[in-house]
């Protein structure tokens, strides 16, 4: 079955760096899109990133833009989203996600927390 595991988060100070990783398995990894989410306490979940099969196109929400790097490495099976510049606002539970079989799937979540 689909399985995508994150990992990386943690508690960082404002203007600190993390690195977040995504584990999939279950489906042919290098055939499909691959996006990030966060989600706050008491705010809807919202887009933070996505990249095409193989990287040739990358998208990010405005909040993000020039401080995350969302990346791949489709031989690991691995997603990935380094993220710099870290602050408060950023503070959120980050999911990994993909559309395949028909169905949107989704990761457990790391929780990143931005705080001095």
């Known amino acids: 079955q689909v399985q995508l595991v994150e990992s990386g988060g943690g508690l960082v100070q404002p203007g600190g760096s993390l690195r977040l990783s995504c584990a999939a398995s279950?489906?042919?990894?290098?055939?499909?899109?691959m996006s990030w989410y966060r989600q706050a306490p008491g705010k809807e979940r919202e887009f933070v990133a996505t990249?095409?099969?193989?990287?040739?196109?990358?998208n990010y929400a405005d909040s993000v833009k020039g401080r995350f790097t969302i990346s791949r490495d489709n031989a690991k099976n691995t997603l990935y989203l380094q993220m710099n510049s870290l602050n408060p606002e950023d503070t959120a539970a980050y999911y990994c996600?993909?559309?395949?079989?028909?169905?949107?799937?989704w990761g457990q979540g790391t929780q990143v927390t931005v705080s001095s």
């Open positions: 990249i095409t099969n193989f990287g040739a196109y990358r």
């Open positions: 996600s993909t559309r395949t079989y028909g169905m949107r799937f």
């Open positions: 279950g489906f042919t990894f290098s055939t499909n899109a």
